[in-house]
Structure formats: C-alpha cells, structure tokens
C-alpha cells in the first residue's frame, strides 16, 4: 500500500495495523522537516504531486520490493501540503519473518520514493526566501510513463 496523505501520519497506529504473528521484524523510516537544508536556515515546508502518477508509481515500487525481498508487507505513505519542523513527511514500514530482509527492503523502498515518484518540495526559509525543490529523476520518471502512455 502507498497512500498521498494531507492529514498527519500516526506512525504508531499504522504500525500497530502491521500486526502480524508470523512477523519476527517490524522496520520503520520517519522522515521528518528538519530545520536546515544545504547551510540555509528551513522555517517550513511544503509538499506537491501529480497524485495519478505518484500513487501509481508508490505502488510500483512496494510491488517490485515485495517481490525482491522475502517479506511480508510493507506500506508507505507521504504527506502533501503545508509541513512544520519536525512533522512527519513520509513513513515506511516494512514487517517479515527476520530482519536483515525487512531493513533491506525498508532502505530499498524509501530511496525508490526519493527517486521515482513525482514530489515536489517547496522549502521555506528563515530570511524569507524560498525555493522549490524538484528532483531530477521524478522529472524523468514522469517524462518516461507519460511518454509510454502515449507509445
């Protein structure tokens, strides 16, 4: 499961949701604002996305970790909208058998996020300046499944 979510991520009921006696491994990535981005003091941030393509490429990516690692469920969700410092941007969580193959599966997923699904991220600083922040490989990504829809 990958969801877009406006409202504030409640990692521990999402966690406890995992619940599973098969589980021996529950692992979890918090991305959270922090206050400081490449020397520039962040007051706050803001998050936007083509949510069609983001949900389906989230969902993309969880499929392709379920099938790469041995696991039994992972679900991911990250915000869009206005952040603070300190609020929770993105959650990962990843539950199987034994650990090795959850932490793996856990990194494998977040960096696929970072990489893969079209997010953009505004950045507000502390002088009043801001900047948004649009990666590279989302850009491709969404040039390549548009292009492919069209192919």
Known sequence: MFALETAAIDS???ER???????????SFLGRVRNSNDGKDVRS??????????????????QEAMSRF?????RA??????????????WVAV??????????A????????????PIWKKEFYLDGSSVWVNCAECAAAAHHHAGAAHD
Do not use: M, T, W
Not at 17 to 27: E, K, M
Not at 48 to 53: G, R
Not at 70 to 74: D, S, T
């Open 70 to 74: 041995p696991v039994l469920e992972i």
């Open 95 to 104: 539950s199987s058998r034994h650990r090795a193959e959850a932490f793996e």
């Open 106 to 117: 856990c990194r494998y997923v977040i960096d696929q996020i970072k990489a893969r699904v």
């Open 77 to 90: 969700i990250h915000r869009l909208g206005a952040l603070e410092i300190g609020d929770l941007a993105v």
């Open 45 to 62: 941030l803001e998050y936007e996305a083509y949510p069609a393509l983001a949900e389906k490429e989230g969902s993309k990516i969880i």
């Open 12 to 14: 521990e009921a999402l």
């Open 17 to 27: 949701a995992l619940d599973n006696p098969a589980a021996g491994a529950l692992v």
